[in-house]
């Protein structure tokens, strides 16, 4: 017969594996959570370039836009204008990577 002592370490180890088991599980639950975390930052971080790249244009536009304005009237008509090629081309864009 086992002597109590080797029944009483057995039973600490299977609690401890017990114990053991479940931290592996939410460990596991945890990196499962932060693959997807880091999976969406990806996306809005590839979001923010872009979007950062369009603001980039839009500056060297309106730079240029002030430049080659001869009035003040004619530089907000030319904001304008680019603008609008700004707004339809980002919507040529963003109907280019929906397909």
């Known amino acids: 017969m086992a002597q109590p002592e080797l029944i009483q370490t057995v039973q600490t180890l299977s609690r401890k594996v017990d114990t ?3 931290d ?3 460990a596991q639950e945890i ?3 932060l693959e997807i975390a880091n999976t ?3 996306k809005q971080h590839e979001k923010d370039v872009l979007a950062l790249e369009s603001a980039k ?3 060297e536009f309106l730079k240029i836009s002030h430049r080659l304005a001869a ?3 004619a530089l907000v008509s030319a904001r304008n204008q680019i603008t609008q090629l700004i707004k339809t081309i980002d919507s040529c ?3 280019i990577n929906d397909d």
């Open 20 to 22: 053991l088991l479940g």
């Open 40 to 42: 969406e930052l990806r």
């Open 57 to 59: 244009r839009d500056i």
């Open 71 to 73: 009035t003040p009237e």
């Open 24 to 26: 592996l599980k939410k």
């Open 93 to 95: 864009i963003r109907m």
């Open 31 to 33: 990196a499962k959570k």
